[in-house]
């Protein structure tokens, strides 16, 4: 069963809601919560400096939602590099966390989670890792307001497989069906779909600044 997707009528001016029959809300992180991804873009471009490769924007549009080993095993596939993926991932993660101070809330959405805050149990569910999603959280001043995290860690079969919801879900102790899911990446949209949720595409919402010129 594919949960409903419930995005902007763009004849309309509206902005993003807390559907009505949602008992329980999933926040995917990255480009959802966390203006993060030109910073992503930043640091890939570090490594490829590095290794002597001009990094393609596309891959993290294409993977968005995948856990950061599997970006650094699709880069090393693509450039031919003789580099184990593991190294790639420490030397990304490392310096992501060092650029930390530069992540920006993406408003929209964290308004959702503060206006919700005390209503309903919340849970984030990131194909980042555990210790990645605590340091964005903290940087944006957004670690007191979830139930629980479910990244890369927790799992087994990532985006866009269902997992990481249906345990999002577990965490709440509420019904799948009464999930409503916050997301930008269409791995992200398809798990939330495979997991019978409310799904809500947040970027028909958002301004992304910079990040719009690489997405076009």
């Known amino acids: 069963m594919k949960g409903e997707c419930y995005i902007r009528n763009k004849s309309l001016i509206m902005t993003i809601k807390v ?9 995917d992180l990255d480009g959802t919560l966390s203006d993060s991804l030109p910073v992503h873009l930043e640091t890939w471009n570090q490594i490829g400096k590095k290794f002597g490769f001009h990094f393609d924007p596309k891959i993290l549009l294409e993977m968005t939602g995948r856990p950061t080993i599997e970006f650094a095993e699709r880069i090393v596939e693509q450039y031919g590099l003789a ?9 990304k993660q490392e310096s992501f966390w060092k650029s930390s101070h530069l992540l920006k809330p993406i408003e929209e959405v964290v308004s959702i989670v503060k206006s919700s805050f005390g209503k309903m149990p919340m849970t984030l569910g990131t194909g980042a890792s ?19 995290i479910v990244s890369a860690n927790e799992v087994t079969r990532h985006k866009p497989h269902p997992e990481t919801f249906l345990e999002c879900a577990k965490l709440m102790g509420v019904e799948p069906k009464y999930c409503q899911v916050f997301e930008d990446g269409i791995l992200g949209i398809e798990a939330g779909q495979k997991a019978g949720m409310i799904v809500t595409d947040v970027r028909p919402f958002i301004k992304y600044g910079e990040w719009a010129i690489v997405k076009s």
């Open 19 to 27: 559907h009505p029959n949602a008992r329980a809300l999933i926040f």
């Open 83 to 91: 580099e184990k993926p593991e190294n790639l991932v420490r030397m």
């Open 130 to 148: 555990r210790t990645s999603a605590e340091v964005q959280l903290k940087a944006l001043g957004l670690s007191e307001y979830f139930d629980g």
